[in-house]
């Protein structure tokens, strides 16, 4: 199947600095990715829906300022969380649509992000 | 509003089947996936059914009723690796990915 990677997989970083987190399609081409941030023992939530050279569309109740999508290519989407404050603790996952209808989705690892 | 509703946990013995029921309600319907997830891992891919009928895989196999808005994931000669999360996932008609906080399976030998 397709192979999604995300980078870092884990990061500790200080209140108010800002992370990049980068995933990618490494064996396809993906115009669209998601974002999703989980809470321990909770379901996915979809954060926003990121098309290549287009803005990313935010679902409610997150913050584009705060959280930074940027989808430049067809292979990386990156998510940048400014301003990280302990709250924003999470394990954020990415995944890519892919296979023949397009309606496969392929996740990355995840990403543990620690807030100081 | 958009609902999904599977059991919140069940235990099954090793090398038996156990079958893994779904309802949801959704605006619109595009399909349904069946996701595995290990604790501390992202979900991976089992199954996608967009018409009604049974879908066979290995070892899983995923049925979907869509008058009824019921699947369920059935899992064969179950391996303790099989202990996880496993997530019943409706596609509205927007495309977006209807998440609950799926069903745990704990396997015991």
């Known amino acids: 199947g397709a192979v999604v990677s995300q980078h870092p997989s884990r990061v500790i970083c200080k209140s108010g600095t800002s992370v990049k987190i980068e995933c990618r399609s490494l064996?396809?081409?993906?115009?669209?990715m998601f974002w999703y941030r989980q809470f321990p023992k909770k379901s996915l939530m979809l954060m926003a829906t990121s098309n290549e050279g287009s803005k990313a569309t935010y679902e409610q109740g997150v913050e584009k300022d705060k959280f930074l999508i940027n989808h430049a290519s067809l292979t990386l989407s990156t998510l940048t969380v400014t301003s990280a404050h302990p709250e924003d603790s999470s394990f954020y996952i990415c995944?890519?649509?892919?296979?023949?209808?397009?309606?496969?989705?392929?996740f990355g690892p995840g990403t543990r992000l620690t807030v100081l | 509003g958009q609902n999904i509703d599977q059991p919140t946990e069940m235990t099954a013995t090793e090398g038996a089947i156990v079958q893994i029921n779904c309802t949801y309600q959704t605006s619109g319907f595009n399909g349904l996936f069946w996701y595995q997830q290990h604790a501390g891992e992202a979900p991976t891919f089992l199954s996608y059914n967009v018409l009604d009928g049974l879908e066979e895989k290995g070892r899983f196999s995923s049925f979907l009723s869509r008058s009824k808005g019921y699947s369920y994931l059935l899992l064969k000669e179950l391996q303790m690796k099989d202990s996880a999360s496993y997530l019943c996932?409706?596609?509205?008609?927007?495309?977006?990915?209807?998440w609950g906080a799926g069903t745990k399976l704990i396997i015991k030998p």
């Open positions: 064996d396809f081409q993906a115009t669209t």
């Open positions: 996932v409706p596609l509205d008609s927007n495309y977006q990915l209807i």
């Open positions: 995944s890519a649509l892919a296979g023949e209808s397009y309606n496969e989705q392929f």
